[in-house]
């Protein structure tokens, strides 16, 4: 059994103030559980049921496995169907981006993105595609968001997600800033090159106005029907596809 305080300490760090001040958060679902258990992230502790404890590998012995009942994994799970395990980790610290660090391949940039999930899913997808960082606005939804971690699908262990002021990295930045607007060159038609930053908007109101202007190339997916936009995250694939496609030209 877990103590009152116990709970609460954890369920805290389903809010970003904790997860900050303690230097925490949380993992749930067998397979997310596993993936960053073989990562660098350091995992903390685990609390799992029975039921769960044959699906998960091997826990290391530095790290405190507790054995804790279903109304028990309830109160601490953020989910409505809690997955029968959840992982407490360390938020890793990650060296401060450099010239030489943005000049290897290409990095997606959030500006101000709001929704965990559409986090969570450019997660996934930057990872699907190869890369190995995602730079955030420093006013973009927090990556160690319960909602953001699960969307990630275990993702964010193998992802580094950094928080910058993006005005001053664009300005500063020694590699092409391909922005995604409405009203750029089309996609298809556009060489990117072998490096670059590549800047995604907030979901309602695009790319602010202090990232904007230091845009060095303007790219839009060409629509074909009547849709207003796209979700963000939708567009994050497209990009990642497309730049993985030019990748693999000989």
Not at 54 to 66: E, Y
Not at 131 to 142: A, H, K, P, Q, T
Request: glycine residues 8%; proline residues 6%; aromatic residues 6%.
């Amino acid at each position: 059994m877990l103590s009152k305080p116990q709970i609460r300490a954890i369920t805290s760090l389903q809010q970003k103030k904790f997860r900050r001040e303690h230097g925490l958060f949380i993992v749930e679902g067998v397979k997310s559980v596993k993936e960053f258990l073989h990562s660098d992230y350091s995992v903390q502790r685990i609390y799992h049921t029975a039921q769960t404890a044959a699906k998960l590998p091997k826990i290391p012995q530095n790290i405190k496995s507790v054995e804790i009942d279903e109304p028990t994994l309830a109160r601490i799970s953020a989910l409505k169907s809690p997955q029968g395990v959840l992982a407490v980790v360390r938020i890793p610290a990650y060296p401060p981006l450099t010239a030489a660090t943005l000049q290897q391949g290409f990095h997606l940039v959030l500006d101000d993105i709001q929704d965990p999930g559409n986090l969570g899913t450019i997660i996934r997808t930057a990872d699907w595609f190869g890369l190995e960082r995602v730079i955030c606005s420093v006013g973009s939804v927090d990556a160690y968001n319960p909602k953001t971690v699960q969307a990630s699908m275990g993702s964010l262990a193998r992802m580094q997600v950094c928080y910058t002021d993006l005005a001053d990295l664009v300005v500063r930045s020694p590699v092409p800033v391909f922005g995604a607007v409405l009203d750029g060159r089309a996609l298809y038609d556009t060489d990117f090159g072998q490096h670059g930053l590549v800047v995604l908007g907030n979901e309602g109101n695009g790319i602010g106005p202090a990232v904007l202007p230091h845009i060095t190339q303007r790219v839009t997916i060409p629509r074909v029907g009547n849709a207003e936009s796209l979700n963000v995250a939708i567009s994050a694939a497209l990009f990642c596809a497309e730049l993985a496609r030019q990748k693999a030209q000989p």
